[in-house]
């Protein structure tokens, strides 16, 4: 099923130029970097004038989930009207959704109790005789784990974690190349900290000495805002976790060695709100994926 998303303009976006030498001025409330201009809201069309690159999501699924249906979104230059075909043992096309935008296609497959783990390859052809795209895409085997789906109760004492405000564990990280705001800042309110998701790792021990049961952490996700994401209710990309704070894989970790403490964690996901920077607000699926005015 599809959600409109609430664009939210409050403080999320910016738009960049060239910055100088130093970003900062003496101002600790000083919301953004020095060459940096607010951005400012204006219609977004859903066109398909402005293409990305190509992308699949989600990106991977498992077998013998609860629910058999999954509907995968495929992003590619012009290719919302072309058929497609896949051919893999116990997954069938339901539906194939169409929007506005020619460079999105939306197919609902159907994923059978029983089937097993793979790749399979979703084909879009253009025409009969015409030219064939084709997308691996895989399903993983579902690993059942007890601990994973508990819940909280009256009982639980929640910490609340701002990561980039808690312990840096990683220093390597305060800034990635091509990310658009560098550098941490702890004299500036709005500015990155560094903290991460190692740094949280590192103080399990910590958390557990207070009695804390349940870790609940700003959402991860990536932000890849020019300033004033620092909070992670900015997303950019839905499926990544911001490389200033980790990998995916760091936070499998930390949430693997929270539970064998017995501790729960909290997962926070925005999906009606995002960061002006997401990759779709570049090149919208429709003209009602985003409320607009």
């Not at 130093?22 to 400012?40: A, C, M, R, V, W």
């Not at 219609?43 to 629910?67: C, I, K, L, Q, S």
């Not at 305060?174 to 004299?187: I, L, Y």
Request: net charge negative; aromatic share 12%.
């Amino acid at each position: 099923m599809r959600f409109p998303i609430l664009l939210w303009f409050t403080f999320t976006g910016a738009i960049a130029f060239a910055q100088p030498k130093t970003i900062y001025n003496d101002d600790p409330f000083q919301k953004l970097p020095l060459g940096t201009h607010e951005s400012e809201y204006y219609y977004r069309p859903a066109n398909g004038a402005h293409f990305g690159e190509p992308r699949v999501e989600p990106p991977f699924w498992w077998t013998d989930m609860a629910e058999t249906t999954l509907e995968v979104m495929i992003y590619d230059q012009g290719i919302r009207d072309w058929e497609p075909q896949l051919d893999y043992p116990g997954v069938k096309l339901l539906t194939a959704t169409r929007l506005d935008n020619p460079n999105y296609l939306f197919l609902l497959l159907e994923i059978e109790p029983g089937t097993n783990p793979g790749t399979l390859t979703i084909a879009l052809r253009e025409s009969a005789q015409g030219p064939v795209r084709n997308y691996p895409y895989e399903l993983k085997a579902r690993t059942p784990q007890q601990t994973k789906a508990q819940g909280v109760t009256a009982q639980d004492l929640i910490y609340l974690i701002m990561p980039d405000r808690f312990a840096n564990g990683d220093t390597g990280n305060d800034s990635v190349a091509g990310m658009k705001q560098q550098g941490t800042n702890r004299d500036k309110v709005y500015f990155r900290h560094g903290g991460d998701l190692i740094g949280i790792m590192e103080h399990l021990d910590y958390l557990e000495s207070l009695g804390v049961t349940t870790l609940w952490l700003n959402p991860v996700l990536e932000n890849d805002q020019p300033y004033e994401s620092y909070h992670g209710y900015a997303i950019t990309d839905h499926y990544r976790i911001d490389r200033r704070l980790g990998t995916n894989e760091q936070y499998r970790q930390l949430v693997q060695l929270a539970h064998e403490r017995g501790l729960k964690v909290i997962m926070d996901v925005v999906f009606n709100q995002t960061g002006d920077e997401h990759w779709f607000m570049h090149d919208l699926p429709a003209r009602d994926w985003i409320h607009q005015w």
